[in-house]
């Protein structure tokens, strides 16, 4: 596999970009007539890796389409796969027949035989959910065109997993909230976000912890309601009150603790720029706090594209 560089996704810009590294939206999508991906035979299995591959590699669905067959990849090129956000975890490590289709960019990938028998996911740099809603839609809409999807009337699209039936949509955003975990705010947030039905997850979302003050928020309900309101929802009211609650907590750390902010934030630069040996974890934290240094002007030198392309 030919190592492209890093996503445009990743690149620093887009509105919000201080606190949202990216946004992403998802669709989970199954094809009629056959079980969903956990109850099909592995030659269902491969059938449905057929008709998708088929379908995917058109070119009105993205620029510089790509296919890669999971079970001919080699471990290292799942990991990077993985590592850019690009498959999910369960991909990685699973041994029934799967694929991914990749747009040029690496800003769209689409997870064949994954929980659903479709994983459609697009993503952007910053906070502008409502712009990839509508690229994934007309992305939705052609390939639905060609591939005859499972659905019902009173429930919306099928899904395997219940909490997915209806629209099959995620909104989330990948928010970098160093400041509130300074000030040990971090929990509160978090407990409030569960109440109003959102999931917060780590850097590679479900089931990963967080990495570099690095978390996934997004919609846990979509049923009962359509996409525009989930969508009004989360981008009128939930994410901007998290860049809210972490750019109030990084000016109270210049107002009443600069000392020991500009402590750490030159601290991490020092570590990094001279480590024999490091590992991810510190090197994550450290690079957190970079990034934080520079989004404040407290660091200056160092680029926010450099600090986001060393996370990968």
């Known amino acids: 596999m ?28 199954n ?16 059938e449905i890796l057929t008709i998708a591959k088929q379908s995917l590699l058109q070119d009105d669905v993205a620029p510089n389409m790509i296919w890669v067959d999971l079970n001919q990849a080699t471990a290292l090129d799942r990991r990077l796969l993985f590592e850019r956000h690009l ?17 040029g960019d690496e800003t769209l990938s689409v997870m064949v035989n994954e929980e659903d028998h479709l994983r459609i996911q697009a993503l952007a740099p910053g906070f502008q959910l409502r712009k990839v ?20 009337p009173k429930l919306g699209y099928l899904t395997a997993c219940p909490t997915n039936l209806g ?73 901007p009150k998290l860049i809210d609650y972490e750019r109030f907590a990084r000016q109270q750390l210049i107002k009443t603790n600069s000392v020991m902010l500009d402590d750490r934030l030159n601290r991490a630069v020092g570590i990094l720029k001279n480590a024999h040996l490091i590992g991810v974890e510190e090197a994550m934290k450290l690079l957190s706090r970079v990034r934080l240094g520079i989004q404040i002007g407290r660091l200056e030198g160092i680029t926010i594209q450099t600090i986001n392309r060393l996370f990968l």
């Open 87 to 103: 498959i999910s975890k369960h991909m990685v490590d699973a041994e029934t027949k799967r694929g991914v289709a990749i747009s």
């Open 133 to 152: 809603l509508e690229r994934i839609n007309a992305i939705d809409d052609r390939v639905e065109s060609r591939m005859d999807f499972a659905f019902s």
């Open 31 to 46: 094809v009629a007539g056959f079980p969903f991906a956990n109850r099909a035979s592995e030659t269902q299995r491969q």
């Open 2 to 29: 030919v190592i492209q560089p890093p996503q445009r996704w990743i690149d620093g810009e887009g509105p919000d970009s201080d606190v949202v590294m990216s946004c992403r939206v998802r669709l989970a999508r």
């Open 167 to 239: 629209t099959g949509i995620r909104y989330s955003c990948m928010m970098h909230l160093p400041a509130l975990k300074l000030t040990e705010e971090l929990t509160r947030v978090q407990n409030a976000a569960r109440d109003l039905h959102l999931a917060v997850r780590g850097y590679y979302g479900e089931g990963t912890e967080s990495a570099g003050d690095f978390y996934q928020v997004s919609n846990q309900i979509t049923l009962g309601r359509s996409e525009e309101d989930f969508l009004e929802e989360f981008e009128a009211q939930v994410v």
